[in-house]
């Protein structure tokens, strides 16, 4: 005599109704998914709302020591790779499932509604006021944040080094002055004078400089450009 295979379709159907009255299990299943989705829904609100939320209640016995940050180890970043540290208002990217997921998952964790999400990624990200890495964190208070989630790809391996020239003026002017040695080297000879001796490549050089810090004031000033140590947390578009 053969015994009959198990179907685990009817082992499912007796061990739900075993457990639950299937008048009612539709109702339950429901209220969960509206339950879930009221969350999520909520979660969106708290990230699409400007606050003056400054810390959240964290439970430090569920907190992962490595996504601690400092206020200022925030800034360092943000100035050596010309990032901004915004409210997660201003991001006019769009949040992945996972980093809501990830919110969701740390608020069961911790017992509470997080608020005051900012957000550290490049200026183009941003939806800024006219005056490729995104990462979401939570304000802790007391000038610490808690990394929730990071997404997308990461930044060129020489992005740190090319926005070096737009940390402060000085720098500017390293930039400016490399350019312009570049460019005098680049004159034929003879071009400006029949000889060319130590005092015709400086007098070509002052031109070249003039011209190109010319170039780079008009830039700045026309397009409304800043260095990195004044944008990192302004939401204004020409800060």
């Not at 509470?112 to 183009?124: N, Q």
Request: charged letters at 25%; glycine letters at 2%; hydrophobic letters at 45%.
């Amino acid at each position: 005599m053969l015994l009959p295979r198990t179907n685990i379709e009817k082992k499912l159907n007796l061990l739900r109704a075993k457990n639950a009255d299937l008048s009612t299990w539709r109702q339950q299943v429901q209220n969960i998914f509206n339950a879930e989705k009221q969350h999520e829904d909520q979660i969106h609100k708290n990230l699409d709302t400007l606050t003056k939320e400054t810390s959240n209640t964290f439970d430090f016995d569920q907190l992962e020591t490595s996504r601690i940050y400092h206020i200022d180890q925030i800034k360092k970043i943000c100035i050596d790779y010309r990032l901004r540290f915004l409210d997660s208002k201003y991001f006019k990217g769009k949040l992945p499932n996972e980093a809501i997921f990830a919110i969701k998952d740390l608020e069961k964790k911790h017992e509470t509604e997080l608020r005051g999400f900012k957000i550290i990624a490049p200026s183009k990200l941003f939806k800024l006021e006219n005056a490729d890495d995104p990462l979401l964190f939570a304000p802790m208070g007391n000038d610490y944040f808690y990394l929730v989630h990071k997404w997308g790809n990461d930044l060129h391996p020489l992005r740190k080094m090319m926005m070096w020239f737009f940390k402060s003026f000085e720098n500017l002017l390293i930039l400016t002055f490399l350019v312009s040695l570049l460019l005098t080297f680049m004159v034929p000879n003879g071009m400006f004078s029949k000889t060319s001796d130590t005092s015709t490549f400086i007098m070509i050089f002052f031109f070249m400089f003039k011209s190109v810090a010319a170039v780079v004031l008009f830039y700045g000033f026309a397009l409304g450009k800043n260095f990195n140590t004044a944008i990192w947390n302004s939401k204004y578009f020409n800060a």
